[in-house]
């Protein structure tokens, strides 16, 4: 009876499993296709948006009579140079996707519609709202099509055949008599299904193999356990302990590092809170986020382990431990028997190190700022070691180390008193501008200012912004801010003949009473065309429309526009294109590290070369040494501005050696 049992677990199991297999396998399948079909429609969708972004480009050449057609010209054409471009480009992408201009009504021979592009055609003059098409009907490729419709420049050489040019006339005898909004042809994008099957279900088949070794490894282990029946409570007693202490690392060990986390701190923390001596350090990364979004999560991740290993082998007390906490986060718990200062001492002495090593990470060399907090011998020390962490960041101090006077109610006086400041400030007009010079490389002189805001104390003690800008925005005291700037800049630089910048937020532009403003200021101001608006690129901006509509209704008094910190993270080059700004400001994050970090050099000299070919100019910010200033001048930057050139100052610093 015991062997049949055996032997009925022994079948069951394997078969079990092989049902919970296939289903797995038909729903990766399933899942592999449909990533399949969605990379492709996605890519068909920007390679389009690039392809008909440089189409609309030569175009324009040819309606602005940059270029003039004739016989020799035409092969500039979208529609004719279409065909050879995509022959080279099908070449030489590893995908082999095709992209070509074709018409049911060709005039080149090569740009005839296929019986599949001719579908496409059908669907677009049976739909003409519609504009893409997307079809995975022919088993060799995806299709997408995008429609190309009749517009008005269209008519000199689609319209009536005797309003053609004359070498149109005489070279073609068909694709004559469209009218507006007709469709003329499609552009055509062919991705074929067989090298992207390759990358999509070789997974899939990994998959397969993966649990087809597990179904037999499965099958091979129950059998022996089956076999070695006498020893199996022993072995799954065994196991169980071994999954459970599996369990507790997963849930105390950090999985990134391999170090303990925020739970096994808490518990350690907790264990040992009887004891005369508790130290507790919790150490943040400055930026981290930016770390990631410029050299990307894969980089900060390894830079977050390099971290984490050079903490502990800095701290190899057997009395101290260190932890791994969320995020970019690390924390140092001891128990030895020191003083608060002797503590204070070890862990400045850790940050400095940190703070001085150049990390290299991926052939990159990643310096790195640190801000930590202390708390020592305190109840709830974890609480008092955070709340002087937050200090730490806002104050921009290295180090604070917890005492009494952080508690709650001491940070609702001091906002009670940075909002009674900022009123007072409003109220007697001491929100000042400071001007900041920026220089102009190709003419050796300083030609423009940036205007900063500040506070003036009664004592002449001047608040730079972090001391009220958050809470100026919280208590929605911003516009006043913005309105003393414009003001006061506009009235400073009445009798001079410098260009100077004003900072906007995207908290004035949806602010109805702070555009009426700067309109009313702009109509009655005699220079206008000398301000230079500078938008915040890194601001959260949602709505690019209503954006692109006030700048358009401030250019009309002749002010120009620049949009600051470009590069910080998820700059948009097609928004920039509609938005027709007048300066790009690379962001100082950028211009930090160019001359030690390649990728910021490749990433700069690509901003300078993209905005250059819109005849936009640009200006670099934070510009701290000779070396910086003669690399972005051989890249070709139009303007610097930083410590270099000179400070923010209550008065014009004209003088540059």
Not at 115 to 134: M, P, S, T, V
Not at 558 to 571: E, L, R
């Amino acid at each position: 009876m015991g062997r049949m049992f055996n032997n009925q677990v022994l079948k069951a199991i394997p078969i079990i499993f092989l049902i919970v297999m296939l289903f797995r396998i038909g729903f990766a399948y399933h899942d592999a296709k449909k990533r399949q079909y969605e990379f492709a429609q996605k890519e068909a969708e920007v390679l389009n948006s690039y392809a008909m972004t440089h189409r609309t480009y030569y175009q324009k050449l040819f309606v602005n009579k940059t270029l003039t057609l004739s016989d020799k010209t035409l092969r500039a054409l979208p529609a004719f140079s279409s065909s050879p471009i995509s022959k080279e480009f099908s070449k030489n992408n590893s995908l082999n996707i095709k992209i070509k201009t074709v018409s049911d009504r060709a005039r080149n021979k090569f740009n005839q519609a296929d019986a599949d592009e001719l579908q496409a055609i059908d669907y677009f003059k049976r739909n003409k709202e519609k504009d893409n098409f997307f079809s995975d009907k022919n088993k060799d490729f995806y299709l997408f099509a995008y429609a190309l419709r009749i517009e008005p420049v269209c008519l000199k050489c689609h319209g009536s055949k005797e309003d053609a040019p004359k070498f149109i006339q005489e070279k073609y005898n068909n694709a004559y008599d469209y009218k507006l909004g007709e469709v003329r042809g499609i552009q055509s994008i062919k991705i074929p299904t067989k090298n992207l099957e390759k990358y999509f279900l070789s997974h899939f088949f990994q998959y397969v193999l993966h649990d087809f070794i597990l179904l037999i490894a499965l099958y091979l282990g129950i059998r022996y356990l089956l076999k070695k029946s006498k020893n199996i409570n022993i072995y799954l007693e065994d196991e169980v302990n071994k999954k459970t202490l599996e369990l507790k690392n997963m849930l105390t060990i950090d999985r990134l590092t391999k170090l303990p986390n925020r739970l096994k701190l808490m518990e350690d923390i907790d264990k040992f809170r009887t004891k005369q001596n508790n130290h507790l350090a919790l150490i943040n990364i400055d930026s981290f986020k930016e770390i990631n979004d410029f050299y990307g999560h894969n980089t900060g991740d390894k830079l977050l382990v390099e971290i984490a290993k050079k903490i502990k082998n800095l701290c190899n007390n057997k009395n101290s431990h260190v932890y791994k906490l969320p995020s970019d986060e690390y924390a140092l718990f001891t128990t030895k028997n020191i003083s608060t200062e002797e503590f204070y001492s070890i862990i400045k002495n850790i940050v400095y190190y940190l703070q001085e090593t150049k990390l290299n990470i991926d052939e990159n060399h990643i310096l790195i700022t640190l801000s930590c907090g202390i708390a020592s011998n305190e109840e709830e020390l974890l609480n008092k070691a955070d709340i002087a962490l937050q200090s730490s960041k806002k104050d921009k101090v290295n180090i604070i180390v917890y005492n009494n006077k952080f508690d709650t109610k001491s940070k609702i006086i001091k906002n009670i008193q940075s909002m009674s400041i900022l009123k007072e400030a409003i109220k007697k007009q001491r929100i000042i501008p400071y001007f900041q010079p920026i220089y102009n490389i190709h003419n050796d002189k300083i030609e423009k200012y940036e205007c900063l805001a500040r506070i003036e104390l009664e004592n002449k003690e001047v608040l730079p912004p972090f001391e009220f800008i958050d809470i100026a925005i919280k208590s929605k005291l911003y516009p006043e801010i913005t309105k003393a700037i414009i003001l006061k800049s506009f009235e400073f630089f009445e009798d001079k003949e410098f260009e100077f910048s004003i900072n906007l937020s995207i908290h004035d532009i949806q602010n109805d009473k702070t555009v009426s403003f700067i309109k009313k200021q702009l109509s009655e101001y005699k220079y206008a065309n000398r301000v230079v608006f500078e938008i915040l690129e890194s601001d959260k901006i949602g709505n690019y429309e209503q954006l692109k509509e006030f700048i358009t209704s401030m250019k009309k008094f002749g002010c120009k526009f620049a949009i600051d910190d470009f590069g910080s993270g998820y700059s948009n080059f097609a928004n920039i294109l509609e938005l027709k700004v007048d300066y790009l400001k690379i962001d100082g994050s950028l211009i930090k590290y160019i001359t030690t970090d390649n990728n910021s050099r490749v990433i700069t000299k690509t901003i300078i070369n993209f905005a250059s070919s819109l005849g936009l100019q640009t200006i670099a910010e934070f510009v701290e040494d000779k070396d910086s200033l003669e690399l972005l001048k051989k890249m070709g930057i139009d303007f610097i501005q930083g410590y270099y050139v000179g400070k923010p100052s209550s008065e014009l610093n004209t003088d540059y050696d």
